[in-house]
DNA sequence: TGTTGACCTCAACAATTGTTGAGGTTCTAC
DNA sequence: GTAGAACCTCAACAATTGTTGAGGTCAACA
């Protein structure tokens, strides 16, 4: 979903303002994660953060595993797999994604079990 | 604390011990829980909690909910549905089941979707 | 060069989801 | 009828996940 016309993927030059605009993630709620070691940011000679493009990805992520019931420290555990920084390859992602999706579809399972034996075949 | 070999779904007698003892949680988090509507009791004479058989559902379905990132006043509305007090008739939970399984499997559906975007097939 | 909006840090507050403890009451088994 | 375990309420604390505001700095444009 590039709505994004001209933007180089590994470009550094990011503030946090955009960052917060285009991933809809507020500013202090990105800070946080920083603070957390969630993502990761270069800074400028008078210490305003930058960020890669791969911050998009990752904050992408955060939302999305938070909203199948992960914390931010398990996340956290879950991207420390990844190079810190730079964008990490496809490799990296892939096995990555698997783990989350593992996960949270497990966790679906146990639902899944624990509704169809609440509500038996009357 | 009588072990309960024998044990009628509909019996109003469990204390809170035993709730806390047969289903694995905390009596905190029971009464925490009833404060906030999502379970309910009937009392002795005495003032002391006495749980129905379907207590132990409603305990198992949330902690379930909660673990696909689901909070507990999203459990609430769900479980509002429900006569409460009493245990639910099946159609009652077969409705409820049908609603978290869809909202779960949205949820998954979108991390799986990040995942896919983010991984791309390099 | 000046100004103005975006940024910085740090601390305080807030909602959610409980746990712990004090101080007192009830229940059950002897 | 009494000892002791289990229960009660209420308040304080705690971790997580942020937001808000004060007070100060940076950067981009005229």
Same mark, same amino acid.
């Given at each position: 979903m590039k709505q994004d016309t001209s933007f180089d993927w590994h470009e550094?030059? $990011?503030?946090?303002?955009? &960052?917060?605009?285009? #991933?809809?993630v507020s500013a202090s709620a990105i800070r946080f994660y920083e603070a957390q070691g969630l993502i990761s940011s270069d800074r400028t000679a008078g210490n305003q953060r930058r960020y890669h493009g791969d911050v998009m990805c990752r904050l992408a992520m955060i939302e999305a595993c938070q909203r199948v019931g992960l914390t931010l420290a398990e &996340?956290?555990?879950a991207l420390a797999? @990844?190079?810190?920084?730079?964008?990490?390859n496809a490799e990296d992602w892939h096995? $990555?994604?698997?783990? @989350?999706?593992?996960?949270?579809? #497990?966790?679906?399972?146990? @639902? #899944?079990? &624990? @509704?169809?034996? $609440?509500a038996p075949p009357a």
């Amino acid at each position: 979903m590039k709505q994004d016309t001209s933007f180089d993927w590994h470009e550094p030059g $990011l503030t946090i303002g955009q &960052v917060a605009q285009r #991933s809809g993630v507020s500013a202090s709620a990105i800070r946080f994660y920083e603070a957390q070691g969630l993502i990761s940011s270069d800074r400028t000679a008078g210490n305003q953060r930058r960020y890669h493009g791969d911050v998009m990805c990752r904050l992408a992520m955060i939302e999305a595993c938070q909203r199948v019931g992960l914390t931010l420290a398990e &996340v956290g555990r879950a991207l420390a797999g @990844l190079p810190p920084g730079q964008a990490p390859n496809a490799e990296d992602w892939h096995a $990555l994604a698997e783990r @989350l999706r593992t996960e949270a579809q #497990s966790r679906i399972d146990r @639902l #899944s079990q &624990v @509704l169809r034996e $609440l509500a038996p075949p009357a």
